[in-house]
């Protein structure tokens, strides 16, 4: 009995000592960032000139062209792709159905799952509250997909959706749903090796991701030095994807539509936005995700789930203009209006924004998946590529049939000034701005129910990306909690730079971030694509038996 109460009180000062040492992080990182409010006159448009020669280096970089219009990455994405869905015999419509089934729990008895404690705890978070995180290896195949697709349904879905349609008219849409298509294979293939060759600490953390099969995985096939390079190539890309894409450009538009509906003109508005946004991650992230993540994912899936309802009433209340929507985006895919860029132009606006959507191909979606319990590492790679499915193909398409609509009477132009900003009544409008506009139309108030989404979706994001980049981090510098600290104040900074940035800088730095990760993943899946195969027909002959 004195043991036992002996353990009771460690374990209070264990719990303890991290609440104050969290509060004392918090009063860190509040007074690294409140003084800027001190000078924050015209820090907005100081800072977009800061990170605009950031931005364009970045893009220039990774988006170098094999032929004029053409960037060997989205070359890179699309080939591969094609590649694996042949290879794997078009396993994103042959095991469409298994996928769901093992959703479902059908194959559960051939998994041997064990129960686990709800209020077991790992670091200081009770495990049940810290699947978002993917820290442990607990979650059942539903709970994986529903966490995955709650940080891959958001803002791409709203903002860059508006932006691909904006840029390349309504047949950027039709390629968008191809690159979904074939997206799921590549998500696959990688989520499957993110299982294959995870890494578990001993106290039951799991750490996966491509760092992990690009190092170990190349090491098995006699590639020791290959892999070692390629994965930190992966880690520094990743964090950079998790600064940009899964970051700035999250709240970018979260200021967008906050602007909007507050409306704030001030130029250092941006900058306010940001900070208060950055607080409120850093509260989560610095502070603890017990009590914040067990409402989060609950309010996003909801929210998901509201977005898609008002998406379906307005396509339901105009089900005659439906057969033209379609009609411009089969047609304009391959017969574009001029001035939006040509065939080729609005083939690779629709792939960019598809692959920035899903992630397919960009590795960050197996760093989650690898928490999975599972005795098959092929059982979570078909759980995975349901997620193209749902996020590009079912809810991005939606997106652009609104948008579309509304523009049946040519309320603005496709194409605009080529930035992604069009004109509607005289005001210009850029990304979620423009979705904002055509939910507007035809739901009152939408515009309210709109800014809390993308805010919602924008932080739900962001959570998620910056387990994905911490882990990136702690892969390059090690566990310690000095470098979580400095990312974690990093990636805070970032909140502000997105938000204070202008939309073009902002997502030309995300979009060079997020496809940086390609090159190095991508090593990885042709290596070891053999692996996934031999574990594909493991599993299917587990179901059959």
């Excluded at 697709?149 to 903002?159: D, K």
């Excluded at 060759?197 to 996966?208: A, E, K, M, S």
């Excluded at 924004?353 to 319990?373: D, P």
Aim: charged share 15%; proline share 3%; hydrophobic share 50%.
């Amino acid at each position: 009995m004195f043991l036992r109460l002996l353990d009771i009180e460690q374990d209070k000062i264990i719990l303890i000592q991290p609440i104050f040492m969290k509060k004392k992080l918090l009063l860190l990182f509040s007074s690294f960032l409140l003084p800027i409010l001190a000078f924050s006159q015209g820090i907005d448009q100081q800072i977009d000139e800061a990170f605009r020669p950031i931005s364009d280096f970045f893009s220039s970089v990774i988006f170098f062209e094999v032929f004029e219009g053409a960037p060997f990455v989205i070359i890179l994405l699309v080939f591969s792709a094609f590649f694996f869905t042949v290879y794997f015999g078009f396993v994103n419509i042959r095991q469409f159905g298994t996928a769901i089934n093992v959703v479902r729990g059908k194959y559960d008895d051939i998994e041997g799952h064990d129960g686990a404690s709800p209020d077991a705890t790992v670091d200081g978070d009770i495990r049940d509250t810290i699947r978002d995180e993917s820290k442990d290896g607990e979650v059942s195949h539903f709970q994986a997909l529903a966490t995955a697709v709650s940080g891959t349904v958001g803002n791409g879905n709203i903002a860059g959706v508006a932006l691909a349609i904006a840029l390349g008219g309504p047949g950027a849409t039709f390629w968008m749903i191809i690159c979904g298509l074939l997206g799921m294979s590549t998500k696959f293939v990688e989520c499957t090796l993110g299982v294959q060759y995870r890494d578990v600490g001993p106290d039951g953390t799991v750490y996966g991701g491509p760092m992990y099969y690009l190092s170990k995985g190349l090491e098995e096939r006699g590639f020791e030095t290959l892999g070692k390079i390629t994965a930190v190539l992966f880690a520094i890309f990743c964090i950079g994807g998790s600064f940009g894409g899964g970051n700035a450009a999250q709240s970018n538009q979260a200021t967008i539509v906050l602007k909007e509906l507050l409306g704030l003109e001030s130029t250092a508005a941006g900058t306010v936005i940001g900070l208060i946004l950055a607080l409120l991650v850093a509260i989560i992230i610095i502070g603890g995700i017990k009590r914040i993540a067990s409402v989060t994912e609950k309010v996003v899936p909801f929210m998901a789930v509201l977005y898609v309802l008002a998406c379906l009433y307005i396509i339901f209340s105009n089900i005659t203009l439906v057969d033209d929507a379609f009609g411009l985006i089969f047609s304009e895919a391959f017969t574009p209006r001029a001035g939006v860029g040509g065939l080729i132009g609005v083939l690779l606006i629709g792939f960019k924004r598809a692959a920035f959507s899903n992630e397919a191909g960009a590795g960050s979606a197996s760093i989650a998946h690898s928490a999975v319990k599972t005795k098959y590492s092929a059982s979570e790679g078909l759980v995975a590529l349901l997620e193209p499915f749902i996020d590009t193909v079912v809810i991005c398409t939606m997106t652009a049939l609104v948008i579309i609509i509304y523009n049946s009477g040519g309320i603005f132009e496709y194409g605009g000034d080529g930035t992604g900003a069009v004109l509607i009544e005289g005001v210009a409008y850029e990304g979620a701005g423009i979705t904002s506009k055509a939910f507007a139309n035809y739901i009152p108030y939408s515009s309210v129910f709109l800014t809390i989404a993308v805010v919602l979706f924008a932080v739900s994001t962001m959570i998620s990306w910056s387990y994905y980049g911490l882990q990136s981090w702690k892969y390059l510098f090690g566990r310690g909690k000095t470098a979580d600290l400095t990312y974690k104040i990093l990636f805070c900074t970032f909140v502000v730079i997105g938000a204070a940035a202008n939309m073009g800088s902002i997502w030309a730095f995300s979009d060079a971030m997020i496809f940086a990760m390609v090159f190095p993943n991508m090593i990885g899946l042709y290596f070891l694509f053999p692996v996934v195969k031999r574990e594909l027909a493991r599993y299917l002959a587990a179901i059959r038996g």
